[in-house]
Structure formats: C-alpha cells, structure tokens
C-alpha cells in the first residue's frame, strides 16, 4: 500500500498479526475477512468458522461456549438481553396456534411477553399456580402445548422449581421443559442435571455481574428427540423451502439451539456486542466466587431481617418458614440465591416502603439485581404496578415488601444500613447516625 493516498493508508491500516492472547480478545467487528472465493459461499452454505457478527463473532463464542460448559448443556447461544434470550428460546418451540404452560411466579416482563406479545401472535398461553404439584402442570397440558416454562428460584419471592418432576411431566408428553435460571446461576443449579431441555438467563445480572452491561443466553442440553418430537415440532423436523436440511438433519440433538442459532437469532436479529460479550465473559470468570459471598451474605441479611420487630415477613428459601425450604435443600446445596423480599409491618405498607427505601444510604435503589452492589426495589410501585392485588399477593408483593438483591460488601455494613432504613420505616424518622454510617461506607475515601 506504499503508493496508495493517505486516505486509502489511514482506512485500510496495517494487517492486523494474530497472536493468542490469554485473555479474551474483543472481535469489535461487523464481518470477517473471507480467505477465499469458495471460502465465502461455504460460510454462507454454513459451514463452521466466521463471515457476519450477526451470525457469529469469535469474542460471542469464546462466551457462548464457556456458558454450554458450565450449565452442563451442549451448545449455547448469547443474545442482547435476557428478553431476547426467553423470546428467541421460546419462538425456537412455539408456532402460531401452540400453546406454552408457565409458571405464574415469573419475571414481569417475561409476563408482559407471554401475556400481550405471544398471544398477539396466536400462541395461547396459561399458567400453573401451584407449581410445586406436578399434578397441576399435568392438568394444564393441552393437545398444542409445546413449552413448559418457569423460574428455577421465582422473581420476587424466591419459589423453587421442582425441575425434576415437571421436567418428567414434559417427557411423558414429548414437550419441552424451558427454565429460566437467572437466579440461580450455573454456579448454584444446573437444571439440565436434573431434566430440563433448556436453560435461559438474563446474562445482565449474576453473569456479567457488575451492572453494566445487558445480555442473555440459551442453553441446550442437546438431547433433542425427532422421533418422539416429529408431530409437536415440525419446523426443526422437516427441510426448508429450498430442500435446505432441516434442523435434525444438521444437529441431530441440537436441533431445538440450531434452529435459534441459524433460523431465529439472525432474522430477529438481537445481536450481543463483542464488547458486551466480553464483559460477561469477563464476569463468569468470577462467578462462583461472587455467587457464593452473595448467597452467604443474603442467607445472614436475611435470617437477621427476620428477627427485627418491625418487619413482617421474609421470603428467602434458605430460611425453614418460606414454603420451597425443602426444595431448597434438595437444590440449592451450595446457597439459595442472593435475592429475596422483605415485608414492612404496619397499616400502611406502601409509607412504611416508602421511609425505608428513602433512608438507604449504602443500598442502591435501582431497578436490577445480581450485582456486586447492594440494591433495593419496591415491586408494588414499579415492577409489579400493573397486576391487580390479589395478583400481586399471588406472587409474594404486597403493599410494603421491599426487593432486595445482595451485593458482595461486608455484611455489617449492610445490616447497619438496613437497621437504620428499619427504624426509619417504623418511626418515620431518619437516624442520621445510621446514613451517615451508610453514606462513608458507600463513599471512596478521600486522598
Ligand atoms: C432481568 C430478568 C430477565 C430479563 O433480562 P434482561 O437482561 O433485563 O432483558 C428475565 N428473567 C429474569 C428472572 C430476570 O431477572
């Protein structure tokens, strides 16, 4: 390029030297050079390597496959936000005119997507109460379900999944059990050990784990079976318009995680960021050692919460009162998750939130969870407003509970914090000892 203009020089730079970094590197790049004429059209006949971020990035599968590993599945997909992540998983199994069986303790916006988007495309949807009967999952089956759906430990009240007996429901029927696992974390559970078919996470929180970036994965356990499945699924059996090899044909097991990879992901097109990918990819680097401190730290917080006068009820499955206990125990062997609700005592729940929120000087109010930080939501008025309530009672919100997701600071800090939001909750008044205590635990100290 020595004769080339400047500007021909300055955008073509020079070649880039491979080398192999230790880290992850950031493929920040639209496409990827083709090595040859017929290297081209076999990318775009599908054969495996790299030509369009939106169909596959190396930064996206160093993560993709780091995740398949550590949820015991075969293959995994990332997308944009854990929003994506449930759509695409469930558009993978669910045509116009099927049917999806879910679990009524679920996240909102997975509600909303149920409830106003998927029925506006002709999928049916219901849902099963009492998720701890497989008898109810049983009964909810219809002769078009094509998904079962639930949380493996529920938003907000900490509902455990009995994974193995509803996972034995959906084999009995040939229809496929998807879990969202958001909470729990690969570090904690792995429902495909215990019979899911697949697993979905909002990658923004325990996965990347630092609040700042937005993501989501599908797992699949890849034990896809066409025989058993050819009636219910028809578009992972039978070939494209053009003779293309169907799903089976290409993946076998995988199929279900071929299809959203090769026939959904790219079209809807909720393509993750190399960059962003890298942050999660850099955070499942330090999964277990936050998930761990975060459920230790939260089962403490939360046995201490239970103890103080001024609070009504906690819903943490590590504790023996909350009705999953014994789910918990079979599960969650090593920690129950870092996030939980607490209820306010007192006539006016929504004032007594309202004081205990506003006092927090160290816990973030915020709308997230899985954080490094400490952060607290009041469900009632935000993420919940639009149920009615008996709804809302229906899945642990009422007027004064308070959401909290445990961060990985020290737990006196924390529970100094909480007790100072406590006696403001209850006597209306702000200790400014305690914010003060909340506010330099909160702030760098200075130079
Ligand atoms: C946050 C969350 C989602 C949605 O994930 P986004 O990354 O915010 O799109 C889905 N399920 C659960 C359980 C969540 O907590």
Not at 48 to 63: E, I, W
Not at 234 to 249: C, F, I, K, M, Y
Not at 347 to 357: N, W
């Amino acid at each position: 390029m020595g004769h080339a203009g400047f500007t021909t020089r300055q955008v073509h730079g020079a070649r880039v030297r491979s080398a192999e970094p230790r880290a992850t590197p950031i493929y920040l790049t639209a496409g990827f050079r083709f090595e040859s004429f017929d290297d081209a059209a076999a990318l775009f006949g599908g054969a495996d390597g790299f030509a369009y971020t939106r169909v596959g990035n190396p930064t996206v599968d160093q993560v993709e496959r780091t995740l398949a590993d550590l949820e015991g599945g075969t293959r995994a997909l990332l997308v944009a936000s854990g929003q994506a992540a449930t759509t695409i998983a469930l558009l993978s199994l669910v045509s116009a005119g099927g049917h999806i069986l879910a679990s009524t303790h679920i996240y909102e916006g997975t509600r909303g997507l149920l409830r106003d988007n998927l029925e506006r495309f002709g999928i049916e949807v219901d849902f099963v109460d009492d998720i701890d009967d497989p008898r109810a999952w049983e009964a909810g089956i219809r002769p078009h379900t094509r998904a079962l759906f639930a949380e493996s430990i529920s938003n907000a009240a900490g509902r455990v999944l009995d994974i193995a007996e509803v996972a034995a429901v959906g084999r009995r029927h040939g229809i496929a059990l998807v879990v969202d696992s958001t909470f729990a974390t690969p570090y904690l559970l792995r429902p495909i050990e215990h019979g899911a078919d697949v697993v979905v996470h909002s990658a923004s929180k325990f996965l990347a784990g630092h609040g700042s970036v937005l993501g989501g994965v599908i797992v699949d356990s890849g034990r896809f079976d066409p025989v058993s499945a050819a009636g219910r699924y028809p578009h992972l059996v039978t070939r494209g318009r053009d003779g293309r090899p169907s799903a089976v044909e290409r993946a076998g097991g995988d199929a279900r995680i071929a299809y959203a990879r090769d026939d959904l992901a790219p079209r809807f097109g909720p393509t993750p960021s190399p960059l962003n990918a890298f942050l999660i990819g850099q955070g499942l680097e330090t999964l277990s050692l936050r998930v761990e401190r975060q459920s230790a730290t939260a089962l403490r917080v939360a046995r201490w919460l239970a103890a103080q006068p001024g609070v009504e009820r906690v819903d943490h499955p590590g504790l023996p009162e909350h009705p999953s206990h014994r789910l918990a125990r079979r599960y969650l062997l090593d920690g129950a998750g870092s996030v939980f609700t607490v209820t306010l005592a007192g006539e006016d729940g929504v004032a007594a939130a309202r004081r205990f929120i506003e006092a927090l000087a160290l816990i973030t109010h915020m709308t997230h969870l899985g954080d490094v930080r400490s952060l607290a939501l009041h469900p009632a008025s935000t993420s919940h407003a639009h149920l009615t309530d008996a709804e809302r009672a229906a899945v642990g919100v009422h007027p004064g509970t308070v959401r909290l997701s445990i961060g990985i600071e020290d737990v006196d800090d924390l529970i100094a914090d909480l007790a100072g939001a406590l006696s403001a909750a209850e006597t209306g008044r702000v200790d400014a000892g305690q914010v003060a205590a909340g506010r330099a635990a909160a702030e760098p100290v200075p130079a």
